[in-house]
């Protein structure tokens, strides 16, 4: 449950920075959520439609490794993109965020695989323990942004995203003894 419950935490918390972040490359807040929210969701349903062909330590590790690089990869190509129209710029934002997102859609279909193949009658409670900390990270998101911006939120988002890594290998360990 410390798996889906990092999940729900980081999805939102990686997605509300970068809304925020690519609203200097799209010139309107509205435009950037939209487009970011698309990018985010249709690579995410990609992402959950091929995780059968992940090993999902893989595809978890991969993910931690993306969520810390991002920020770093953002800063200088919103620069790149200043020059280009309207549509152009949306264009890039939805390539340049399909990876990521497509990272991101993965951890939730594997670990329901895995909660579907060991204990058929806790797929219900994965559900339910993700949507819930998905309710309160968009709470939290706020919170933390307020307090010590949204970059924290972004970190917070990793972190949660290591956590699920770990609790990912934990569950590996045990089903090996």
Do not use: D, H
């Not at 931690?64 to 949306?90: D, F, H, K, Q, S």
């Not at 806790?122 to 323990?129: E, K, N, Q, R, T």
């Not at 819930?132 to 919170?143: E, R």
């Amino acid at each position: 449950f410390i798996y889906f419950a990092c999940l729900g935490l980081a999805y939102l918390c990686v997605e509300i920075p970068l809304a925020q972040r690519f609203i200097l490359t799209l010139g309107q807040p509205v435009s950037a959520l939209a487009v970011v929210l698309f990018a985010l969701l249709l690579s995410s349903g990609l992402g959950s439609l091929t995780v059968r062909r992940w090993s999902l330590n893989t595809a978890l590790l991969i993910l931690v490794i993306l969520v810390v690089l991002y920020p770093l990869l953002l800063a200088g190509l919103a620069r790149i993109t200043l020059n280009l129209a309207e549509n152009g710029r949306m264009i890039y934002t939805v390539l340049i965020l399909a990876p990521l997102g497509y990272f991101m859609g993965l951890p939730f279909a594997g670990g329901l695989q895995i909660v579907e193949q060991q204990e058929k009658s806790l797929v219900p409670w994965s559900w339910a323990i993700n949507g819930s900390f998905s309710v309160i990270s968009s709470v939290l998101a706020v919170l933390v942004a307020l307090t010590w911006g949204l970059s924290a939120v972004f970190w917070l988002g990793a972190a949660a995203y290591v956590g699920a890594f770990l609790a990912f290998g934990s569950l590996i360990l045990r089903r090996q003894r």
